[in-house]
């Protein structure tokens, strides 16, 4: 399953998401109400004319110009920029939830070069490792505290996605907001990543180009097998772990545990793909946020 199709474009329990929610210009024509005008969000305005700016297409990535012109915009969005505030109900829960959490995502629009989704993350919620690929993904924490654990691969050449593979730990933080903008590129960065939600959170994420299957754009899980240990004996290493988790059934790390670059050494991972966990649980909602103006550059 593609990460389109469980993030994006989904109706469930009758919840509409709209994959393109963007504000066209239109002449109002006087009828007996009074055209009512969107809520704007300058600063969403200026990220989308941005966007429109920097993404070029499938097969490239922004210049380092570019890079620093979205970083910069959205190092320095608030939650009001979109409509959110910490005196939500959802941001003062400070209960963990019973069972697997449910993440909300709202998309806010959708081009053939980019997209913008927010999502939102309960205590304890977790979107395990997967990969973005072909894809330059800005991440934006607006709201929260959340650990993020993310990997390259040490050969992006490497054959066949299906078998394990060794990657180089990139990421293994905490983050809380306001912090600056994380960014990975399709073959650097921490392309293959994971959130798990330390308090509520809502994030936002930039994304070029989407998601698209039949474009060869899909989603990808993974499970890890970590070690932090030279790369000779990295494999060896991740090897065992993978062993005892197939004999015990069940995870040998878990993001509270997760392992940190030691001093003087490099971090390194064995990575399997898997489906896509079963109890990975997402509902999309409409957005109703600040809408955005889609004009010429």
């Known amino acids: 399953m593609t990460m389109e199709a469980s993030l994006v474009g989904k109706k469930r329990n009758n919840v509409v998401v709209l994959g393109n929610n963007i504000a066209r210009k239109k002449r109002c024509i006087k009828r007996t109400k009074q055209c ?16 429109k700016e920097v993404f070029k297409g499938p097969g490239t990535v922004p210049s380092s110009l570019g890079v620093q012109n979205l970083r910069h915009i959205l190092d320095n969005m608030n939650p009001e920029d979109l409509g959110l505030s910490t005196d939500l109900l959802f941001f003062k829960s400070g209960g963990v939830t019973t069972g697997t959490p449910t993440i909300t995502y709202t998309t806010i629009c959708t081009t053939k070069n980019f997209s913008m989704c927010l999502f939102f993350l309960p205590q304890s919620a977790v979107i395990p490792l997967h990969n973005h690929p072909e894809m330059t993904v800005f991440s934006k924490l607006l709201l929260g505290s959340m650990h993020i654990k993310s ?3 040490v050969d992006a050449d490497s054959a066949s996605s299906s078998q394990l593979r060794l990657a180089k730990l990139k990421a293994d933080n905490v983050f809380t ?3 600056d903008t994380s960014v990975l590129y399709p073959t650097s960065g921490g392309n293959i990543h994971a959130f ?7 994030l936002l994420d930039v994304i070029g180009p989407p998601y698209s299957k039949e474009d060869g754009r899909d989603c990808s899980y993974y499970r890890d097998f970590p070690c932090s240990v030279s790369i000779d004996s990295a494999v060896d290493e991740a090897l065992e772990r993978k062993n005892w988790w197939n004999m015990s059934s069940k995870p040998c790390c878990t993001m509270d545990g997760a392992l940190e670059d030691l001093e003087g050494e490099t971090a390194y991972g064995l990575l399997e793909e898997i489906e896509m966990p079963k109890d990975l649980k997402m509902e999309g909602i409409e957005y109703l946020g600040p809408q955005i103006i889609d004009e010429p550059i």
Do not use: G
């Open 151 to 153: 990997y390259d691969w």
């Open 196 to 202: 798990t939600a330390l308090t509520p959170c809502a």
């Open 36 to 51: 009512r005008q969107p809520t704007m969000s300058m600063t969403l305005q200026k990220l989308f004319t941005a966007c």
């Open 177 to 179: 907001a306001p912090c």
